[in-house]
T-cell receptor, first 109, second 111 residues
Framework: KNEVEQSPQNLTAQEGEFITINCSYS?????LHWLQQHPGGGIVSLFMLSSGKKKHGRLIATINIQEKHSSLHITASHPRDSAVYIC???????????FGTGTSLTVIP | DAGVIQSPRHEVTEMGQEVTLRCKPI?????LFWYRQTMMRGLELLIY????????DSGMPEDRFSAKMPNASFSTLKIQPSEPRDSAVYFC?????????FGPGTRLTVL
């Protein structure tokens, strides 16, 4: 069983749609990260969350510590949002990191 | 700042050879991470350092892998001897807090 589960694995959306990617985890955490990996391979850290909600431009990330769940939302999606989005958590025991398998998002013009 | 710098960007070698990957973190960052990414296993943390000291190397696959950080501005990941199953993209990342900044990666192919 993976410590971090993401859904959906693949997602295709029309430009302008509101997108939600989900992440559930089974370990106690000190932080949760959302990463974005573009087709060229580069990885960008989007958010680090330990509670509540963060917003950056059209991206919103939320976390519910009690339910061990986080969501990444993209409003008014654009083809340049096409990428793989990866959820990662840092455990609060042992300083270990666990990664989801990623959600591949394609936004069609 | 130039960001995290990794070299080489691409490496092709034959099995049995020694491979050394290099990373220069962002100046002032006190954490450095080495990751491996494959299609089969996704992104995996291999090892990370804090203030040049290895903190957790539980992700290092086996004794053929070793990592060093001789100073705050340089780290190496060495594979000896390399095997075809080591083929992957290896990322280095650094941070001074919780946000990690990733390098462009080294694509390693072992024939």
């Amino acid at each position: 069983k993976n410590e971090v589960e993401q859904s959906p694995q693949n997602l295709t959306a029309q430009e302008g749609e509101f997108i939600t990617i989900n992440c559930s985890y089974s370990v106690g955490i000190s932080a949760l990260h959302w990463l974005q990996q573009h087709p060229g391979g580069g990885i960008v850290s989007l958010f680090m969350l330990s509670s509540g909600k963060k917003k950056h431009g059209r991206l919103i990330a939320t976390i519910n510590i009690q339910e061990k769940h986080s969501s990444l939302h993209i409003t008014a999606s654009h083809p340049r949002d096409s990428a793989v989005y990866i959820c990662a958590v840092r455990s609060n025991t042992g300083n270990q990191f666990y990664f989801g398998t990623g959600t591949s998002l394609t936004v069609i013009p | 700042d130039a960001g995290v710098i990794q070299s080489p960007r691409h490496e092709v070698t034959e099995m049995g050879q020694e491979v050394t990957l290099r990373c220069k973190p962002i100046s002032g960052h006190d954490y450095l991470f080495w990751y491996r990414q494959t299609m089969m296993r996704g992104l995996e943390l291999l090892i990370y350092f804090n203030n040049n000291v290895p903190i957790d190397d539980s992700g290092m696959p086996e004794d053929r892998f070793s990592a060093k950080m001789p100073n705050a501005s340089f780290s190496t990941l060495k594979i000896q001897p390399s095997e075809p199953r080591d083929s992957a993209v290896y990322f280095c990342a650094s941070s001074s807090g919780y946000t990690q900044y990733f390098g462009p990666g080294t694509r390693l192919t072992v024939l």
